[in-house]
């Protein structure tokens, strides 16, 4: 039975759900997830978590994203990106000096509001639902937090630039780039979008669609190289049949969670003033 993780570079014109689809179909595998939607238009880092590895996907320890975008200033669309309808131009131009004195307003925690074409839901309705039907609601401001925001490189000119931004999950990165063309004075809209890192996962080490249909089985890495973050806990025999029976074990562990290994890796527990518990577990089941 396939287990575990296998970084793909998600191709442009792709949805999240065509990759797993189609690794579905290569890996003769029903069960795959991902950990973060890249939008049609985007490339890049897509972790997809196979079998048992699934159940990793909600306490990933890394959820710090990085991405390299290209934007236009002086357009906006309805989508916020190059693939919408245009709404306005603006004749206004920015130079490199206001761009970067611009970005400091937007390194840190900020809030932001979510777009309408995006996944939210609404009043239990998907925004992007709405959008479609020509519909616009009220949405909340989110928290956020961008830890780096940096301009590599603009055209005058043309007034179009790269940046890279390393962020928070969450984070809409073509919404981040129109509020920074609204502080400009202008508008912008991004023009590309390429997830550089996820879930740890660097874009260096992701695979092509069509490396794996030439043999999938070689590029899958073991979920528990996800959590080196945690302590590690081994288990004698003895004690790793009383955890996988549910019994609460004594260790020298800070409180929070752990990765527990007996003759393999077994899977995450939560620990709590010394007593350590299954939380997560990632072997079939067995009777021991």
Known sequence: MISGVIPVDKPEGFTSFDVIAKCRGILKERRIGHSGTLDPMATGVLPLFIGKATRAVDILPDTEKSYRAKFRLGLSTDTQDRTGSVTAESKKRADRAEIEEALKAFTGEIRQIPPMYSAVKVNG?????????????????????????????????????????????????????????????????????????????????????????????????????????YPRLDLDPKRERLYINGVALEASLPDGLARVFGKEFIGIAKVSDGAVRPYKSFREAKNE
């Open 125 to 229: 309705r998907r925004l992007y639902d709405l959008a479609r039907e020509g519909k616009t609601v009220e949405r909340a401001p989110r928290p956020i937090e961008v830890y780096r925001l940096v301009l590599t490189d603009f055209d005058e000119k043309n007034q179009c630039g790269v940046l890279e931004i390393d962020c928070s999950k969450g984070t809409y990165i073509r919404t981040l780039i129109n509020d920074i063309g609204e502080r400009l004075g202008t508008l912008g809209i991004m023009t590309a979008l390429c997830r550089t890192r996820s879930q740890g996962f660097e874009i260096s080490q992701c695979v092509k669609l069509s490396q794996l249909e030439s043999g999938a089985e070689k590029y899958i890495i073991p979920v528990e190289n996800c959590f080196e973050a």
